[in-house]
């Protein structure tokens, strides 16, 4: 595995990178792909923080360290249900041992009375009384009528939890920037914590377009479709975990998406509209960005699928980017999944890193055109890839069948069968 390179090769001069790219926006009208990566990164930053619940700040990014409150474990305890001996017992195989006493899990006694010549029943994470040397499971030990006998002899501490073996107090638990799982939620959970401070999720509007898109409750009439946009974004909106979405609808209207889209930058961190941003004359987007003054940052990238691609910068309220996606159902998913999904980690916190890429062997030819970053939806069996049926952008059941999206740079024009060819997973 290595990580994936789009574009001017990282490892280039800057002036020759920079010359390239000049290149490719001359000749393709259209912003590298590297170089849109880099533009709608810069747009935004990671939220302030807040506090959660801990059932709440899975996949969340922690905003302070925290420190064990108490050692873990708090106090020697029993590792396994079975029976408790002493140091002078461990030996002893032949001897019946009379059980005086069962300790169960939560046990608050502290006065034990234990000497040799004696065993205690004890439960898995009772309290392990003083005098104790060791503890055997039950299915190790023969027992009987209130007493018991060895079976072979045992080791010194055996089945003893010691206090503090995994950490003491004080010990650096968690990090600033450290994603949370629900192994240090529960580790947080121990230490007696109910709430977490972690980076706050943004607020994510969005606006779709399209006179011909309706949702799948309502009737269609003669040149309508319906909407898929909506629920293709929003799924990978929670799947980058937020919640907090709201979804509007505007047709083509320049008005309407203008009145939306002030409204929806007034009261969310990210705004996403589908649709609308191509060359058509009926396209609303830009046009209703200009006149709120939002500044557009880029139009159009050099890759495929996914060329009407808009982001801009709001001068009011607190959204930090408006992004526009094409209109296409492919399209518009394959550019969030590699242009908008990495925005929504930084926002949260999250420390990026550069796409994985996986060495395959082409099973077929797959072409690809150059002068754009072009992104294949394919079917990876072993080590084995081939194109998925069905991908052009307004065609969504190819890319449902994928695990994997081939990657062709800009000077690329494909493979031949049994050539190499680089994925990363879908």
Sequence with gaps: ?????????????????????????????????????????????????????????????????????????RFDNSAVDGFAFHIDDLKSTSDLLPVIDDIPAGDSRRARKFA????????TGAPVPAGVAAIEMIENVWHELGRVRLRATLTLGRNIR???????????????????????????ASQGQTRVEVIRPPKVGLLVTGNELLP????????????????????EIHASGITDITVVRCGDDVDCCRKQLSELIESCDLVITTGGVSVGQHDPIRAACKDLDIEQVLWRVAMKPGKPFYAARPTLGVCQAVI?????????????????????????????????????????????????????????DGRFVGPAAKIRSHMLSGLASANCLAVFGDESDGVTAGEAVQVIPW
């Design 1 to 73: 595995m290595t990580s994936i390179i789009y574009g001017p090769s990282l490892l280039d001069d800057n002036e020759a990178v920079g010359n390239r790219a000049a290149i490719l926006k001359q000749v393709c009208n259209a912003t590298p792909f590297n170089v849109a990566r880099s533009l709608v990164l810069d747009l935004v930053k990671p939220l302030p923080a807040h506090t959660v619940d801990l059932i709440d700040g899975c996949r969340a990014v922690l905003a302070q360290d925290f420190r064990a409150t108490q050692d873990s474990p």
């Design 116 to 123: 040799p010549n004696f065993a205690m029943a004890i439960s």
């Design 162 to 188: 010691r206090r503090g073996e995994e950490f003491r107090t004080g010990d650096l638990l968690l990090k600033n920037g450290d994603v949370l799982n629900s192994a240090s939620l529960g580790m947080l």
């Design 216 to 235: 799948s409750s309502k009737e269609l009439r003669e040149g309508q479709i319906y909407d898929s946009n909506s629920v293709t974004i929003v799924a």
């Design 324 to 380: 526009g996606l094409p209109g296409n159902p492919l399209a518009a998913l394959i550019a969030f999944r590699l242009l908008v999904a990495p925005i929504i980690s930084k926002m949260c916190g999250h420390q990026l890193k550069a796409d994985v890429a996986l060495h395959r062997t082409a099973r077929t030819a797959i072409r690809s055109d150059k002068g754009k970053t072009e992104f294949i939806p394919c079917v990876m």
